[in-house]
């Protein structure tokens, strides 16, 4: 690939090289040779010489005649080297000098000199030595110069003499000189002075301007002088805007015109105005200027007969070159002044003394707010001017408005609303002004806003939104608070028009407001609209929670207010209200209570501080706890008189402890009162083995008590002899403690070492009820015991008592305790509602359990009782098998070994399974339709209708994406009752349903009894698919996955579905059937049945045909060897194709399936089992809930077969069929493809050529002259046109496109009689519809002005046209133009034709048809459409994010698949079962296995296709993360809100101001100067539109810019490919006229870039390497190529129009700007074909359309979008056969000479009558009077009159 600074290098080498040799060659041009002269009679002088070797431009003649002559020189064509001197005298000697011209340069002179012979004229040479004569006579061409006799105007009239002349860059430097030299010859000829004739000139281009004044030079040297230094000023073509700026300009008193001198204008100009040019020029002649036009070259004869004044043999000239305008100087100065003469004598004849008067009837109207129009009749006279004098009547400066006599009315704008104003008309006359007209008006008040919301509203902002208002310059809210306070600042706020919703923040909580808005208009502000609201109260905390509750503390936390909070304040009460104590906090959400006082209930309440204040209060209670007792009281140290206890402090604030003990069983109590700090004490003075309870109370700060615990000990017994030598100790247990308390159950544990004890006895008896003791003995070894069955929250009193080896008892101690409540579960809770289930959740007891019962059941319907147990360990249970949207009671109770606990209760409903929102539509006697607001998740659907009189029934299933369902072959005046079942996945919700009654039958007129048929052994048609016209494939998944028995299940869906049509064959639907696997085979075609009971024979018999599944192959054989012409496929027909298939495609679908929808195609898919629904949205057509159906298996197919059937019929009806428009399928009609329109058929079509269109990706045809396509109507419109449609057309107009009015479209009756179409005048620009109503009546509809007027100005425009019942509504570019009634349409007969372009006046026996560019053009069957579109064409106003790709886009992939397409709609069925967890995606697996053998062949057929590694359907997306599918997780809580943003600061409000006066509208600035010329350059890329200025005051309206719309963007690609072939052509063309491309002269050469047709596009290059291709399509008609090698060099074509010269831009495309205003078309139009080119480079064979072998791998390509497959290749050959160059410009020349050798009858057509009258064609009579400006051909070359060589002129009635 050449780098960037290769290809910099080869653009620019050519460039400088040929400045290179322009530098060697100054100064060397070549001279003439051979100079000869020829007497050829007494008074005539032939000169002649040879052409130099060289190039140059011109010679430069100069010669003198001596004696008494003066130096002549005149400059001549470099094709003519002969001058013929008509005013020769035999006497004189005749010097001359011929010299070449090249730019600025000149050769040396070719000199010689013809001596004086005496008068002789033998017809010999006469020359000098060296100088021979060849010619025997003078050709035609020679250039005449005449010395002498010139014209001069002798009369004693005088004019003023205004010449405008053309100084556009296509005139060219060389000749404007020439036409310096003529208007010096047009000067020479009056007599010019101050009091004489006076003579002003203005040149023009692009812009008018006045290079001097008809009173500017008093002498005519002066003028001459002025003439000699006439500047060249180039730019475009306006003619008719200076033809304006002429009569508004120079025929002005203050311009030097005078009263009552002959007013002459004299137009001189060299090609086509690029504006209309027919009323300025009528303006001139209505006031009294007569008007000459002058043509040269490549002038339009019919502009210049439109200028001129009558008759147009004396007023229009033509000349075929520059070089000869001097020829026309006599004819012209005599013809002028003649003119004056006549006009002098009619102005004294008609000079009457000038009447004087006021103007009459003052009348006012179209009163706004801010103008009205005032009208009046003319006033008596010549009323120069009317002066409109007006003033408010109260106060106010007086105003004026001036307009031209002419004038009858004026519009005085920028007025005060509701304010009278008082006006006075004067009419102004050359030398008095006459008495005023007086009157009075007052304006309208200002347009007010209507409504006024106030909404989305909080505690301190609103948001106020109002309608806009028209024409506003802004909106001013104020607002208030409604207080009693006379304070109060109202605030203001002004937005620009634009806004409509504005917030108010900073306002006052809870108070009410008042908005006022009001509609600026400037400083004007119009009637109030007012609203009031309240704003909310500032927002509390909520959730307020008590946690960590002791005795003297309290934990508190709340949720947090979501924004604007500074902190909070705290208050909290003791409940008896004495002590009251608060704090204020942060931002924070908790806060520690300390200091309570216990068993104490408080009152806590928090407030939100905002800076606007504090909130209300958020309250709550709560009782602290009582004061804890000591901890762990305990004994130790036990003697015979004493013992310890020891304790720990249970707080923190106790100061005392009271501690007792007494006998358990009785007597003295002693107390003793301890420090706060102390923790133990020991007893003394006890009695020995006596059981002792000491008790312990805890005193705190606040003087309150805790609750006494105690314990009991036994001292020890004294020491007893046992025997004289032995005594033993008995002793007390220690530390007996009671843990591990149960519902049943308790432990007992203690401790003792002596090693005299045997066992222990336990024994214990509860404290309450039956007290009846039990007891257990344990080991002496073992310290512990465990009592139960205890009785639940029961105080029992446990004793230990040691047992020694001697039997006794030690002594007993004893201790209390109790067992735990049968505790219920806490915190019950609901979670993960879904449409049949839901989870209930709860927190375990503090008791430990055995389980839990869940028992529910339905509140509120019928329903099972319900009750499952779980384990002690399971805390969540998820119930199942609910009904959907059902309330159910719940209820959990724990469970015990010894009982049950109470239930806790919790009420949860489930989701409702069914839709919303469900009505009846399009009821009819016999059919009823249902629609309903879809649920989101929802599978299926289940629709069924039931007759509640007879119980008919009918049921279908639908997709979850169904939103409407229609049922036939009801019974009239029925009652039905519809109901819907909504299924997702296994599970169904209950039914909806809705009741509605059919319509009565009509009554039916009597007929005969039928007469008695055999049952029909056809299936009947159904009533939706009797209209049904198409061609329908199917296409059917044959591969193995399928089976002998679904296969066969397939066949008897296909027999059924097809037996639903009505006529089958060529005059109704076509079927064809193709079955695939790892290919494709064509059951039968569509051409191959012709009825009904063939079609089905033919399905039964379709045989299995196995193997792989590759569905993309399948579908693109579908598309090449089905829908073919040569299969049966019909144009203009829909094509419906439906696909059936159970797995995934194991290629690329998508590819040639959005092909086949972009050609399109109405695609239908149909999947079962394995199916992939992504795959099968991008398979069809859009919407998919009508192209795509979705069943669990083939046993199902049922369910859809009729929703399909109707679909598929729907589509294809003849009426409206279903056609792809903006990527969705729409009933309507492709008239492109019906007229043959399209790249594979327009090449058959004569005189239709291809040309890029609107973007270089969009095809565009060209209609040429006389091309008349048509089609029959029978074939575009079997069934006639629908009652409402719209007409969609994108077509340009050309520069050749003729001023009569046409008929872009039209259909015609049998008899030629125009029924329905659409009408384009290209004259008086309008739009017109006509067709015949409902009684057969014609009517028309013409649509005219600003908008319409866009059409006509040479670029591509949308048009939409809808018609309806009532009105016809035209839409330009989408824009609105206008909407007019009109009456029901009648239908149309279908035995004519359809035509495109026709001429309204064609004559003779062959019809004309006009040229224009038509790109698109639909008729689509909805009034809605041309709201719709978004005109993506226009480049003005494409919008990519809201447009489809271009056609032929190209993406920088280097994959051939497109972008992900739209989220599809929700998936199929869900994973089916037996298939196994979902795994990851890995790689692919493994083949199936292999099938069993089969009875032939070496192996059997490949084994089942494996499953799709995912059967969740959906669209495609990124890979699924692995694992099974789990369920539904449960609802997380809701999260606390967020803190929202800061509000933005308010600025100061300013204090209002008063209103100021009105200013005065502003001038309008004058337009920007023409930018420099530069040299003629190949088209580059169209810069990007401006950016659209800020709207102006209302002005007049202005003239057509110079910039036209905005053009194709062009791909750098286009860019380099331009640029390498225009280099070419500048070598080899224009390699030795150096200085003509230096100098910027446009040179007449053999070849002109400028008419050098675009280069062919540049070859895509390689992309990255691909797998190996199936066969490609026949590709579609090439692009012509290249010239071929054999071509010789051509003569340079004409010069086509001017253009703007301008240097090639250069860089990449710009950003879109903004949409501006229509421009004019582009100052070039297309010139006419050229002869054969030079050489090109050798063009490569043309290749057929069969597939072609895969190419090489090549290096990444490179991606330019535009140059993809554009068509910016020049416009296309026309194609072969044609006959006529339709492309080429009307040329007068031909024309006059050339009449075809037709004498044509000239007779009226019949059907002229039918439309509109404007439209019929005139009389002769009629045409010598100018009626309507419409004119026929020319039907003899006599018509024409020729006059000296290259100069015509005519008759007013001829149009060449």
């Given at each position: 690939m050449l780098s960037a600074r290769q290809i910099t290098w080869s653009l620019w080498t050519p460039l400088v090289l040929l400045l290179l040799i322009s530098h060697l060659a100054q100064g060397q041009v070549p001279p003439p040779r051979r100079l000869r002269f020829k007497v050829l009679s007494p008074t005539k002088l032939l000169i002649s010489w040879k052409e130099p070797k060289g190039d140059f431009d011109s010679y430069l003649f100069l010669y003198n005649s001596t004696p008494g002559g003066q130096q002549r020189e005149i400059i001549i064509s470099k094709s003519d080297t002969k001058v013929l001197i008509t005013d020769y005298s035999p006497l004189k000697d005749y010097t001359v000098s011929v010299l070449s011209v090249s730019g600025g340069e000149q050769s040396r002179p070719l000199q010689g000199r013809h001596r004086a012979e005496g008068g002789e004229s033998d017809g010999e040479d006469k020359t000098q030595a060296e100088r021979l004569t060849e010619s025997a006579g003078p050709p035609e061409d020679d250039n005449e110069i005449s010395g002498v006799g010139q014209f001069v105007c002798h009369t004693e009239a005088i004019a003023d003499i205004v010449i405008l002349v053309d100084g556009s860059w296509s005139i060219g430097r060389l000749n404007f000189r020439l036409v310096r030299m003529f208007l010096e010859n047009l000067v020479d000829a009056f007599d010019v002075g101050i009091n004489k004739t006076r003579i002003g000139l203005a040149q023009y281009s692009g812009d008018p301007r006045i290079e001097w004044h008809l009173n500017a030079f008093s002498t005519k040297d002066a003028v001459i002088d002025a003439v000699k230094n006439l500047p060249y000023k180039g730019g475009n073509t306006l003619t008719g805007l200076a033809l304006t700026y002429i009569l508004e300009n120079c025929f002005k008193p203050e311009s030097g015109s005078r009263l009552g001198v002959p007013k002459i204008g004299i137009l001189v100009t060299d090609g086509k105005s690029q504006d209309d040019v027919i009323p300025p020029a009528e303006s001139l002649r209505n006031a009294g200027i007569e008007l000459f036009a002058i043509g040269v070259k490549n002038a339009d004869e019919n502009e210049l007969l439109s200028i001129a004044s009558e008759p147009d043999n004396t007023h229009v000239y033509n000349v075929a070159d520059?070089?000869?305008?001097?020829?026309?100087?006599?004819?012209?100065?005599?013809?002028?002044?003649?003119?004056?003469?006549?006009?002098?004598?009619?102005?004294?004849?008609?000079?009457?003394?000038?009447?004087?008067?006021?103007?009459?009837e003052l009348v006012t109207s179209e009163v706004t707010a801010r103008s009205f129009?005032?009208?009046?009749?003319?006033?008596?006279?010549?009323?120069?001017?009317?002066?409109?004098?007006?003033?408010?009547?109260s106060e106010g400066e007086p105003q004026e408005a001036v307009v031209d006599g002419s004038e009858t009315s004026a519009v005085l704008q920028h007025l005060h609303s509701l304010t009278e104003y008082q006006l006075a008309v004067f009419a102004v006359y050359a030398n008095e002004a006459s008495e005023a007209l007086r009157g009075s008006e007052i304006t309208l008040g200002l347009p007010a806003v209507t409504t006024l919301q106030l909404l989305d509203v909080t505690h301190s902002t609103m948001k106020?939104?109002?309608?806009?208002?028209?024409?506003?310059?802004?909106?001013?809210?104020?607002?208030?608070?409604?207080?009693?306070?006379?304070?109060?600042?109202?605030?203001?706020?002004?937005?620009?028009?634009?806004?409509?919703?504005?917030?108010?923040?900073?306002?006052?909580?809870?108070?009410?407001?008042?908005?006022?808005?009001?509609?600026?208009?400037?400083?004007?502000?119009?009637?109030?609209?007012?609203?009031?609201?309240?704003?909310?109260?500032?927002?509390?905390?909520?959730?307020?929670?008590?946690?960590?509750?002791?005795?003297?503390?309290?934990?508190?936390?709340?949720?947090?207010?979501?924004?604007?909070?500074?902190?909070?304040?705290?208050?909290?009460?003791?409940?008896?209200?004495?002590?009251?104590?608060?704090?204020?906090?942060?931002?924070?959400?908790?806060?520690?209570?300390?200091?309570?006082?216990?068993?104490?209930?408080?009152?806590?309440?928090?407030?939100?501080?905002?800076?606007?204040?504090?909130?209300?209060?958020?309250?709550?209670?709560?009782?602290?706890?009582?004061?804890?007792?000591?901890?762990?009281?305990?004994?130790?140290?036990?003697?015979?008189?004493?013992?310890?206890?020891?304790?720990?402090?249970?707080?923190?604030d106790i100061v005392l402890y009271r501690l007792s003990w007494a006998p358990f069983t009785g007597g003295d109590t002693k107390e003793v009162v301890l420090s706060g700090i102390d923790n133990r004490y020991t007893l003394t003075g006890l009695s020995p083995s006596t059981e002792y309870e000491a008790m312990l109370t805890a005193v705190f700060r606040d003087e309150s008590e805790s609750d006494t615990v105690s314990v009991i000990e036994s001292t020890l017994a004294e020491t007893t002899t046992i025997a004289t030598t032995t005594t033993a100790t008995r002793q007390a247990v220690r530390n007996l403690l009671l843990h591990d308390e149960t519902t049943q159950s308790m432990e007992a544990s203690w401790e003792l070492q002596d090693p005299h004890v045997e066992s222990y006895r336990v024994s214990y008896a509860g404290l309450r009820g039956n007290r009846r003791e039990e007891s257990v003995l344990v080991p002496g070894v073992q310290m512990r015991a465990v009592l139960q069955p205890l009785l639940p929250d029961t105080q029992y009193k446990v004793t230990v008592t040691p047992v020694y080896t001697d039997g006794q008892d030690g002594i007993s101690v004893s201790a209390l305790g109790f067992t735990l409540p049968l505790l219920s579960p806490r915190n019950l809770r609901v979670s993960e509602e879904w449409y049949d289930r839901f989870r209930v959740t709860w927190d375990p007891p503090e008791s430990p359990t055995v389980g839990y019962k869940i028992v529910y059941q339905p509140i509120n319907v019928p329903g099972p009782f319900s009750e499952t147990t779980v384990g002690d360990d399971v805390n969540s249970m998820l119930l199942l098998s609910l009904l959907s949207g059902t309330e159910y009671s719940v209820q959990v109770t724990a469970s015990y070994p010894t009982g049950q606990s109470e239930p806790l209760l919790v009420n949860a409903k489930t989701?409702?399974?069914?839709?919303?929102?469900?009505?009846?539509?399009?009821?009819?006697?016999?059919?009823?339709?249902?629609?309903?607001?879809?649920?989101?998740?929802?599978?299926?659907?289940?629709?069924?209708?039931?007759?509640?009189?007879?119980?008919?029934?009918?049921?279908?299933?639908?997709?979850g994406g169904a939103s409407r369902q229609c049922f036939y072959d009801l019974t009239p005046s029925s009652q039905y009752q519809i109901s819907i079942h909504t299924q997702l996945q296994q599970m169904e919700g209950p039914s909806v349903s809705i009741t509605d009654m059919t319509l009565p039958a009509p009554t039916q007129a009597p007929t005969e009894l039928p007469t008695t048929e055999p049952p029909p052994t056809i299936p009947p048609a159904k009533e939706v698919c009797r209209e049904a016209k198409a061609d329908l494939a199917f296409l059917v998944d044959g591969s193995w996955s399928i089976g002998d028995d679904n296969f066969m299940k397939i066949t008897r869906f296909l027999y059924s579905t097809m037996g639903s049509l009505d006529l089958i064959g060529p005059d109704g639907t076509q079927v064809a059937i193709a079955q695939f696997s790892d290919d494709a085979r064509t059951e039968f075609q569509l051409s191959s049945h012709g009825n009904k009971e063939a079609l089905l024979e033919a399905i039964q018999r379709i045989r299995y045909k196995g193997g792989n599944t590759k569905t993309g192959r399948a579908i693109k054989h579908v598309k090449e060897s089905i829908f073919t012409p040569e299969a049966g496929a019909r144009r203009g027909v829909p094509k419906v194709l439906v696909v059936l298939t159970d797995g995934r495609s194991q290629d690329d679908v998508n590819k040639v399936s959005k092909e086949m929808q972009m050609d399109g195609y109405i695609i239908f898919?149909?999947?079962?089992?394995?199916?992939?629904?992504?795959?099968?949205?991008?398979?069809?057509?859009?919407?998919?809930?009508?192209?795509?159906?979705?069943?669990?298996?083939?046993?199902?197919?049922k369910k859809i077969e009729e929703q399909l059937i109707t679909f598929v019929c729907e589509a294809a009806t003849a009426t409206c069929p279903s056609v792809l428009m903006s990527g969705n399928t729409m009933a309507g009609f492709h008239m492109m493809e019906k007229f043959g329109l399209v790249e594979k058929e327009y090449s058959t079509i004569a005189g239709v050529s291809l040309e890029p269109g609107s973007f270089n990706s969009f095809a565009c045809y060209r209609l040429h002259r006389d091309a008349l396509v048509s089609q029959p109507t029978k074939y575009l419109h079997p069934e006639g046109l629908p009652s409402d449609y719209t007409i969609s057309m994108m077509l340009r107009l050309l520069p050749e496109t003729p001023e009569e009015p046409f008929a872009l479209w039209e259909i015609l009756n049998k008899d030629d009689e125009p029924l329905v179409g659409l009408i384009l005048d290209n004259s008086a620009k309008t739009l017109t519809f006509f067709n015949h109503d409902y009684k057969g009546h014609f009517q028309t509809v013409t649509f005219e002005g600003t908008e319409i007027k866009k059409i006509f100005h040479g670029s591509f425009h949308k048009l939409h046209v809808t018609i309806s019942k009532t009105s016809v509504k035209v839409v330009l570019d989408c824009s609105a133009v206008g909407e007019k009634s009109v009456r029901a349409a009648g239908n149309i007969t279908t035995d004519g034709v359809e035509i495109l372009g026709r001429m309204i006046h064609s004559r003779g026996r062959r019809d004309h048809s006009a040229p224009f560019q038509l790109q698109m053009f639909d008729i689509i069957c909805s009034t809605s459409w041309a709201s719709r579109d978004k005109c993506c064409e226009l480049p003005a106003l494409r919008v990519e994010e809201q447009c489809p790709s271009m056609p032929h886009a190209c993406t920088c992939s280097q994959e051939s698949k497109g972008p992900p397409g739209p989220s599809g709609p929700p998936g199929g069925p869900g994973i089916r079962g037996a298939r196994g967890d979902r795994g990851e995606s890995g790689v692919t697996g493994p083949q199936g296995p292999v099938g069993e053998i089969g009875p032939s062949g070496p192996s059997g057929p490949p084994g089942p296709q494996g499953p799709s590694g995912l059967s969740i359907q959906g669209p495609p997306g990124a890979a699924g993360g692995k694992g099974e599918r789990g369920e539904i997780g449960p609802a997380g809580q809701m999260g606390l809100p967020g803190s929202s943003g800061s509000s933005g600061r308010d600025g100061p409000p300013g204090a209002r101001g008063l209103p100021g006066n009105s200013g005065p509208q502003g001038r309008q600035g004058p337009p920007g100067p023409v930018g420099a010329p530069g040299a003629p350059g190949a088209h580059g890329p169209v810069g990007s539109a401006g950016t659209q200025g800020d709207q102006g005051l209302p002005g007049p309206s202005g003239t057509k810019g110079d910039k036209g719309e905005r053009g194709d963007v062009q791909s750098q690609a286009a860019v380099r490919a331009i640029a390498r072939q225009v280099c070419e052509q500048l070598i080899q063309s224009h390699l030795s006229r150096y200085n003509s491309i230096l100098n910027q002269i446009p040179v007449q050469s053999a070849t002109s870039v400028r008419t050098v047709p675009g280069?062919?596009?540049?070859?895509?290059?390689?992309?990255?390497?691909?797998?190996?291709?199936?066969?490609?399509?026949?590709?579609?008609?090439?692009?012509?190529?290249?010239?071929?090698?054999?071509?010789?060099?051509?003569?340079?074509?004409?010069?086509?129009?001017?253009?703007?010269?301008?240097?090639?831009?250069?860089?990449?495309?710009?950003?879109?700007?903004?949409?501006?205003?229509?421009?004019?078309?582009?100052?070039?139009?297309?010139?006419?074909?050229?002869?054969?080119?030079?050489?090109?480079?050798?063009?490569?064979?043309?290749?057929?359309?069969?597939?072609?072998?895969p190419g090489a791998a090549g290096p990444p390509g490179y991606c330019d979008q535009n140059s993809c497959l554009g068509y910016n290749v020049g416009v296309q050959p026309l194609p072969h056969g044609a006959v006529q160059p339709y492309n080429q410009p009307h040329d007068p020349a031909a024309v006059a000479y050339d009449n075809g050798g037709e004498d044509e009858e000239e007779e009226e057509e019949p059907y002229y009558r039918g439309y509109p009258p404007q439209y019929y064609p005139q009389q002769p009579s009629q045409l010598a009077h100018g009626h309507n400006g419409y004119h026929s051909r020319p039907g003899h070359s006599e018509d024409r009159e020729v006059r000296s060589p290259g100069i015509g002129r005519f008759s007013r009635g001829v149009v060449v």
């Open positions: 520059f070089n000869i305008m001097s020829s026309i100087v006599e004819g012209l100065t005599k013809t002028v002044c003649e003119q004056v003469e006549q006009q002098e004598n009619d102005i004294k004849q008609n000079h009457l003394p000038e009447k004087t008067g006021a103007p009459l129009r005032v009208s009046w009749s003319h006033a008596p006279g010549n009323v120069e001017q009317y002066r409109v004098l007006y003033y408010p009547a106020a939104r109002w309608n806009s208002v028209e024409g506003v310059s802004g909106y001013m809210l104020l607002y208030a608070p409604l207080t009693d306070d006379g304070d109060v600042v109202e605030k203001e706020v002004k937005v620009p028009d634009t806004v409509t919703e504005l917030e108010l923040d900073g306002l006052t909580p809870r108070t009410e407001y008042t908005v006022t808005v009001y509609a600026m208009y400037g400083e004007e502000a119009s009637d109030p609209m007012t609203n009031q609201k309240s704003t909310l109260p500032l927002s509390p905390p909520t959730n307020l929670q008590f946690s960590d509750i002791t005795h003297n503390s309290a934990h508190i936390s709340w949720a947090p207010v979501p924004r604007g909070v500074k902190g909070y304040r705290i208050v909290w009460i003791k409940r008896d209200g004495l002590v009251r104590e608060e704090v204020e906090l942060g931002p924070d959400n908790s806060y520690d209570l300390s200091e309570l006082t216990s068993l104490m209930e408080y009152s806590v309440a928090i407030f939100a501080l905002y800076k606007e204040g504090q909130s209300e209060a958020l309250t709550d209670r709560f009782i602290t706890t009582p004061v804890p007792g000591p901890l762990d009281l305990r004994s130790s140290n036990v003697g015979t008189d004493s013992f310890q206890v020891s304790w720990d402090h249970s707080a923190n989701l409702f399974l069914g839709v919303s929102g469900m009505s009846t539509y399009q009821v009819r006697p016999n059919s009823l339709c249902v629609q309903w607001q879809p649920l989101l998740r929802a599978t299926l659907y289940r629709v069924s209708i039931q007759s509640t009189l007879n119980g008919q029934r009918q049921e279908v299933s639908l997709g898919a149909i999947g079962f089992a394995d199916a992939d629904y992504g795959e099968l949205v991008n398979i069809a057509s859009k919407p998919s809930d009508r192209h795509v159906f979705f069943v669990d298996d083939l046993d199902a197919v280069p062919p596009g540049e070859p895509g290059r390689r992309g990255s390497p691909g797998p190996q291709g199936e066969p490609g399509p026949a590709g579609r008609p090439g692009f012509p190529g290249a010239s071929g090698q054999n071509g010789r060099p051509g003569e340079r074509g004409l010069l086509g129009e001017k253009g703007e010269r301008g240097s090639p831009g250069i860089g990449s495309q710009g950003p879109r700007g903004q949409s501006g205003p229509p421009g004019l078309p582009g100052e070039g139009r297309t010139g006419s074909q050229g002869p054969p080119g030079r050489p090109g480079n050798p063009g490569t064979p043309g290749r057929s359309g069969n597939p072609g072998a």
